[in-house]
């Protein structure tokens, strides 16, 4: 008992990479497990006082608007995760300075201009929408510039290793506050509250937990970065960022398109109900969420160091974490499917087929490892870009062919297909541009060693 409470110890105390990864891992793991179970509360809270109707126009609005926020975040989040950590290494405090000042004064200004450009567009097809959903989708566009900066003030803190503190604004906090505000308001009220009043208490969650991100970051940011002159290379940030914004758009398109073009072609309620499916479904990749959130600055300075065999050794660890994970989450999700999806109300119980399709693209994507984040750390983002571009356009027709057709079924076929399919290309990507293999077959030849030495005892 005593060698293995000094192993654990070790392994989570410890300056080596093996605690690195452990520290930043579980700390990733406890946030975004908060908020999950935070945001299935928000879903449940929402779907029942909203009902599939007004929960349809509220989760459409809020679909196009993170659509909107992650495409026009223009890859300053990810760009500070990737440069960060070897300008530390470095010594280079006025370059992060410099980088993080930039950054800022981009998404204002960008933010500022989605909310007149979003105004003037919906009075120009006010007449092809109801009443109800112009108004939500109005209050939408504030939401953009809002989770915009929460994404930035995210990234700031996973870019010095603090990502429990980075992932709890947005992960706990926010849809915490969503869950009290909404709450509080239907309490007060005796009247139906409509998908634009949530959509506005939305906003008001999202500005909450802002300020709390940015005074986690005056608390653990290095002393250096505030008395270091800022220094700026503005097109190599905003040209490696704009290449990490369109990865990770299409990324989120491949999320989210089967959701739009769900609601286009079957109605918004469908869409509604078809969006819980998708929002389980992603349970199942829990952990290589969390492990992709402590390991991407690693990554990133190992590369650059050209440090292969230690790199490998870290995604090596990371996939038995993964596996682990997601054989729980996979038994939880697909074994009480129909019980979850009747707790958001008996309308959703109609989506269980829908998240039995999409398990299936989510193993394939679990089990696949962290491909698209060695791609996007290792500068191969250009390759990956049109890995994720081909699987965009797949993702489209199918959806298109198949919604018609076969409703929310088609959406979940379309969507896993695609889904399998991207993260096949990118695992052969990283085998031949990176040199490591990031998927939970690294695991096979430590099980076949560890069944020899069984064998022989």
């Known amino acids: 008992m005593n060698n293995i409470t000094k192993r654990f110890r070790t392994l989570i105390l410890g300056n080596g990479l093996h605690a690195l990864v452990a520290r930043g891992a579980s700390g990733a793991f406890i946030a975004h497990l908060g908020g999950v179970l935070a945001a299935f509360g928000v879903q449940i809270v929402l779907a029942r006082l909203l009902g599939a109707t007004r929960y349809g126009d509220f989760i459409y609005a809020f679909s196009v608007a993170s659509l909107a926020a992650t495409w026009l975040k223009l890859g300053l989040d990810a760009g500070i995760i990737r440069f960060v950590p070897a300008y530390r290494a470095q010594g280079e405090w006025g370059l992060i300075r410099g980088l993080l000042i930039r950054s800022l004064q981009t998404m204002l200004l960008t933010g500022s201009v989605v909310v007149i450009v979003s105004s003037i567009a919906l009075q120009i097809w006010s007449t092809r929408l109801g009443p109800e959903l112009k108004s939500t989708l109005q209050i939408a566009s504030f939401l953009v510039p809002v989770m915009m900066l929460q994404f930035l003030f995210e990234s700031r803190l996973r870019a010095f290793d603090r990502v429990f503190f980075a992932r709890l604004p947005h992960e706990v906090v926010q849809p915490t506050l969503q869950i009290i505000l909404v709450a509080g308001a239907a309490g007060f009220t005796t009247l139906t509250l409509e998908a634009d009043q949530v959509m506005m208490l939305t906003v008001a969650s999202v500005l909450l937990s802002l300020g709390l991100g940015q005074i986690f970051f005056r608390r653990f940011a290095p002393t250096e970065i505030s008395i270091a002159p800022p220094e700026y290379r503005t097109r190599t940030w905003i040209t490696t960022a704009i290449q990490l914004s369109l990865f990770s758009s299409m990324l989120l398109a491949i999320g989210q398109i089967d959701i739009v073009l769900s609601g286009i072609f079957l109605g918004t309620t469908d869409a ?38 230690d790199l490998q050794r870290i995604l090596t660890i990371a996939a038995g974490l993964i596996l682990v994970v997601m054989l729980f989450a996979s038994l939880v999700i697909v074994g009480f499917s129909d019980i979850i999806l009747r707790l958001f109300g008996d309308d959703f119980g109609a989506a269980r087929p829908a998240l039995l399709i999409l398990a299936l693209g989510q193993f394939v994507n679990t089990l696949s490892g962290a491909a698209a984040l060695l791609m996007t750390m290792t500068g191969h983002q250009i390759q990956a870009l049109r890995v994720a571009g081909i699987s965009l ?18 959406a979940a076929i379309a969507t896993a297909i695609t889904t399998a399919t991207w993260n096949i290309l990118l695992v052969r990507l990283v085998k031949k541009l990176v040199g490591v293999n990031p998927t939970v077959l690294t695991l096979l030849p430590i099980v076949i060693a560890f069944l020899k030495r069984s064998k022989s005892t």
Not at 393 to 410: A, E
Request: hydrophobic share 50%; charged share 15%.
């Open 393 to 410: 356009v797949i993702d489209f027709i199918l959806n298109i062919l198949l919604i018609p057709r076969y409703g929310i079924i088609g």
């Open 272 to 309: 509604g109900i078809y969006s819980i499916a998708s929002r389980a479904s992603r349970l199942i990749p829990f952990g290589l969420s969390a492990i992709n959130m402590a390991t991407a600055p690693l990554i990133s300075r190992l590369y650059a160091e050209q440090k292969i065999k």
